[in-house]
């Protein structure tokens, strides 16, 4: 009576481990794309929040006044803060007793390969002086 071996050879083995590993490796190659994704978008979101605390404080807690402020959030995030004259359709502000200004705040962080940046932007109405310095 022959006796014939039952089980898998050494090739069906070798084949089977080759497909695990590129399967592990396909799959571990997503799951890091995904978590880089994650922390994108996490400083992003932060970015964002960060723009619109400084675009609310800008005539509110600082003067709206034409011209350029800049500075540093903290270690990762810095900030440019915009304020121009807006006059485009708009009426005669000597009738209006109001100025409009667009607000833009932009804040940058350097990202692995490349410098990454959120702008907000928005109309702000301020009244206007009157001639004398009087209110």
């Known amino acids: 009576m022959s006796r014939r071996q039952s089980g898998f050879s050494l090739l069906e083995v070798l084949v089977a481990f080759a497909i ?3 399967s ?6 997503i799951f890091a794309t995904g ?10 979101t932060r ?3 960060y723009a619109e605390s400084i675009l609310a404080a800008i005539g509110r807690e600082a ?3 034409e011209g350029v402020r800049d500075g540093p959030i903290n270690d990762q995030f810095s900030w440019r803060g915009t304020v121009d004259a807006y006059a485009e359709n708009m009426p005669d502000p000597e009738k209006t007793r109001v100025r409009a200004y667009r607000v833009r705040v932009e804040v940058f962080w350097q ?3 490349q410098t990454r940046s959120v702008a907000l932007e928005t ?6 002086e009157p ?4 209110r």
Do not use: I, K
């Open 20 to 22: 695990l590993s590129v």
């Open 63 to 65: 003067p709206l006044t």
């Open 24 to 29: 592990l490796g396909v799959l571990l190659q």
């Open 35 to 44: 978590l880089r994704n994650a922390g994108v978008s996490e400083d992003y």
């Open 123 to 128: 109309l702000r109405l301020a009244p206007l």
């Open 111 to 113: 990202g692995l390969l």
């Open 47 to 49: 970015a964002t929040l």
């Open 131 to 134: 001639p004398d310095g009087r």
